[in-house]
Nanobody, 115 residues
Framework: QVQLVEAGGGLVQAGGSLRLSCAAS????????IGWYRQAPGNERELVAR???????NYADSVKGRVTISRDNAKNTVYLQMNDLNPEDTAVYFC?????????WGQGTQVTVSS
């Protein structure tokens, strides 16, 4: 089992920045990829950014150049630095990790960008 706890969401004006964090605990040695998804009202959940154990990173096209994912292995924490936010980034952001058996999800954190 892996537990994921997110923090850092909130309300920000367009053009602003936020940093989300996701702390993993439990069987973290099983994690092969960890990252962030988001879901806006009426939309499907979509990948924002993901980092694999070997270091490979994937970003959604919609956030490339504005978002950076990073990890602190000593703290079992992954971060999502989001800059130049716009109202289309408003969503609930979920931390996700993949193991060889299953996926785990955090409880989600709301990000709201006002125009």
């Amino acid at each position: 089992q892996v537990q994921l706890v997110e923090a850092g969401g909130g309300l920000v004006q367009a053009g602003g920045s936020l940093r989300l964090s996701c702390a993993a605990s439990g069987s973290t040695f099983r994690i092969r990829a960890i990252g962030w998804y988001r879901q806006a009202p009426g939309n499907e959940r979509e990948l924002v950014a993901r980092i694999r154990t070997g270091g490979r990173i994937n970003y959604a096209d919609s956030v490339k150049g504005r978002v950076t994912i990073s990890r602190d292995n000593a703290k079992n924490t992954v971060y999502l630095q989001m800059n130049d936010l716009n109202p289309e980034d408003t969503a609930v952001y979920f931390c996700n990790c993949e193991t060889y058996r299953t996926n785990y999800w955090g409880q989600g954190t709301q990000v709201t960008v006002s125009s």
